[in-house]
C-alpha cells in the first residue's frame, strides 16, 4: 500500500507540475486547467489512500505524515499555478536602474498618448541582440495601440532589410506614413526613440533652400551639388523647395528652416534685413559655410556674437584616413539630441566657427570639435609654420539659441554635398534641420535622455563584494550547516 501511495502521489505532482509549464508556455501541454484538475485528483486519491488504513482505530503515522504532504505539495502547486496566470494577463514590471532606463517620461507618454496614426517600428537584430533594444521597446507598444513592434533578422529577411535602407544588424526603424527614421544602435535609449517617433509623426515641414548667390542647390546632380541631400530631406517627410530673395523679397511663411549653403556673392542690404526679420519672427537657419567665401555670413551672423574663421582648419591628430589634416574627423560628440550617437563625421577644408562676443539672451553651444592638435591656416598655406602651437579644439558645427531666432552654423559646405554625404554626414545634416524646423522631437529627445547607465566601482568597493560573495556567504552557510548537523546529533 505504501507504494501505491507514493506512486499516485509521483503522479500527481507531475501532473501539477504540467499544469504550471503548460500556463508559463502559453499552453504549450493544451489547457492548463486540465493538467491541474487531474493533478488535483490523483493527488486526492493518494490522500484518501495514505489515510484509508487505520490500526486500532488511528491511521498509520506514514500514511498520515505521508497524505500530509501530497495534500501541502498540492496546495503549493496549486498557488504557483494561479500566481503564474494572474501575472500573465497583469502589465507589472519594476525598474530599478539608477536612471530608470526603462520607465518612459512622462513627455514619452504625452507623445505617445497623443498618437493618432499607426507607427511600424522594425529592430534589426541578429539572434541574441539587442536585448536593451528590446526592453525599452517593449514598453512603448504596451503604452499605444497605434505601435506595431517587429524584431527581424536581416541576414534570414534581407529582402526586407534592404527596403528600408538597413545595412549592418543594430538598426531601428520608425515608419510612420511615408515618413521614416532610423536609429543606430549606438543611439538605442528613449531620447532617440522619442525623437524618432515625433519625427515621424509630425506634420511635413518646408526646408527652404536660399538660391541667387551661388549656394549650393537642390537640383544639382554634381560632386557639389545637393541633390543627394534634398533627396534624404524628402525621404524624411519634408517639402524642399528653393528661394530667391532677390526676386520673392521675402521668406515664405511655410518656410520651417531656411538652409543657406555655400554663398559666393555678398547679400543685398534688403536680402539681409529681410532674414534678420524672418529670424526676429522665430524663423530657424542653417547656414553652411567656406572658408573662402566665409565673410559672406558676416551681417547674418553679427548680431548673434558669431562668426567663421576665414582659415582652414588643420587637424593633424584625427582627420579621414589619418593621412589628410585638411579633412577633420570627428568620432566623438558631446550629450545632445542633435548629435547622440551620431556616427563618425568628416569636413573636407573647413573653416572654424566662432563666438566673437557675448550677446545678452544668446546661448552658444558647441557641438563638433576637432582634436586638441587643431591649427588655423591662411589662404595658400597647406601646413602649420615651423614652431607653432596648436590652436587646441575648434568648433566645426555649433548651435545658438536666441530671442532672434535659432541658427545652426557649420563651418563647412562640402560634407554634405552630394560626394561627401556618406558616415555620419547625412546624419548631421538631417539631425541639424530635424533640430530646427521639429523642436518638438528635440525637446522630447532632452526630456527623455536620462544619466549614464555605467556603475563604476572603486578598487575598495570591488574587493568588498569579492570578500561577501566569495569568502563570507558561502563560510555563513556552512557554519548553518554545521550548527543545524550539531543540533539534530
Same mark, same amino acid.
Given at each position: ?18 499544469? =504550471? ?16 484538475? $487531474? ?44 500566481? +503564474? ?23 514619452? @507618454? ?9 507607427? *511600424? ?12 533594444? *528590446?526592453?525599452? =521597446? ?11 513592434? @517587429? ?10 532589410? !534592404?527596403?528600408?535602407?538597413?545595412? +549592418? ?61 534634398? *533627396? ?6 519634408? @517639402?524642399?523647395?528653393? /528661394? ?24 543685398? #542690404? ?10 526676429? @519672427? ?17 551681417? =547674418? /551672423? ?20 589619418? !593621412? ?28 572654424? /566657427? ?18 586638441? !592638435? ?7 598655406? +597647406? ?69 549614464? #547607465? ?18 563570507? $556567504? ?16
Amino acid at each position: 500500500m505504501p507504494e501505491r501511495v507514493a506512486w499516485l502521489g509521483a503522479t500527481g505532482l507531475v501532473l501539477a507540475l504540467a499544469a =504550471l509549464v503548460s500556463a508559463s508556455a502559453g499552453s504549450l501541454l493544451g489547457p492548463a486547467w486540465i493538467w491541474l484538475a $487531474l493533478g488535483a485528483l490523483v493527488l486526492l486519491g493518494a490522500y484518501l489512500a495514505a489515510g484509508g488504513r487505520r490500526v486500532g482505530g488511528t491511521a498509520r503515522r506514514g500514511a498520515r505524515l505521508g497524505g500530509q504532504t501530497a495534500l501541502t505539495a498540492l496546495i503549493f502547486v496549486v498557488c504557483l499555478v494561479l500566481l +503564474n496566470v494572474l501575472a500573465a494577463g497583469a502589465d507589472v514590471h519594476w525598474d530599478l536602474t539608477r536612471a530608470s532606463r526603462y520607465t518612459l517620461t512622462p513627455q514619452t @507618454r504625452q507623445v505617445l498618448a497623443a498618437m493618432r496614426q499607426p507607427v *511600424k517600428i522594425l529592430a534589426f537584430y541578429g539572434p541574441g541582440q539587442g536585448a536593451t533594444a *528590446k526592453l525599452l =521597446l517593449e514598453q512603448y507598444a504596451r503604452h499605444s495601440s497605434e505601435i506595431r513592434l @517587429r524584431f527581424v533578422d536581416p541576414n534570414r529577411q534581407p529582402a526586407l532589410a !534592404q527596403r528600408y535602407g538597413v545595412r +549592418n544588424p543594430g538598426a531601428i526603424v520608425f515608419a510612420g506614413g511615408s515618413t521614416r527614421q532610423q536609429v543606430p544602435d549606438l543611439a538605442v535609449g528613449q531620447a532617440a526613440f522619442t525623437a524618432a517617433l515625433v519625427d515621424v509623426t509630425a506634420k511635413p515641414a518646408t526646408a527652404c533652400l536660399l538660391g541667387g548667390h551661388g549656394e549650393r542647390q537642390a537640383a544639382d546632380i554634381t560632386g557639389p551639388g545637393y541633390a543627394g541631400t534634398a *533627396k534624404a530631406l524628402v525621404d524624411q517627410g519634408y @517639402r524642399v523647395r528653393t /528661394v530667391d530673395l532677390a526676386a520673392r523679397q521675402r521668406v515664405p511663411r511655410d518656410c520651417a528652416v531656411l538652409v543657406v549653403a555655400d554663398p559666393r556673392v555678398p547679400f543685398l #542690404a534688403g536680402e539681409v534685413r529681410e532674414v534678420a526679420a524672418y529670424l526676429q @519672427r522665430g524663423g530657424k537657419a542653417f547656414f553652411l559655410a567656406e572658408p573662402s567665401d566665409a565673410s559672406v555670413f558676416a551681417p =547674418l /551672423v553679427a548680431p548673434f556674437g558669431m562668426d567663421f574663421s576665414r582659415r582652414t582648419v588643420y587637424d593633424s591628430q584625427d582627420n579621414l584616413g589619418g !593621412q589628410d589634416p585638411l579633412t577633420p574627423l570627428v568620432t566623438g560628440y558631446g550629450f545632445s539630441p542633435l548629435t547622440l550617437g551620431l556616427p563618425a563625421t568628416y569636413f573636407p577644408t573647413a573653416a572654424a /566657427v566662432r563666438q566673437e562676443r557675448a550677446v545678452k539672451g544668446v546661448s552658444v553651444h558647441p557641438l563638433v570639435l576637432t582634436s586638441p !592638435q587643431t591649427w588655423l591656416l591662411p589662404a595658400g598655406q +597647406n601646413r602649420p609654420r615651423p614652431g607653432t602651437p596648436p590652436l587646441g579644439r575648434v568648433s566645426l558645427l555649433t548651435a545658438v539659441d536666441g530671442k532672434g531666432g535659432q541658427l545652426v552654423l557649420a563651418g563647412d559646405a562640402d560634407f554634405a554635398d552630394n560626394q561627401n554625404n556618406s558616415l555620419g554626414n547625412r546624419q548631421l545634416f538631417l539631425r541639424a534641420v530635424g533640430w530646427l524646423a521639429r523642436p518638438q522631437a528635440a525637446a522630447a529627445a532632452a526630456a527623455a535622455g536620462g544619466g549614464s #547607465a555605467h556603475l563604476i566601482l572603486s578598487p575598495a568597493h570591488q574587493r568588498l563584494i569579492f570578500y561577501v560573495t566569495v569568502v563570507f $556567504l558561502p563560510l555563513g552557510l556552512l557554519l548553518a550547516a554545521g550548527m543545524v548537523w550539531w543540533g539534530r546529533r
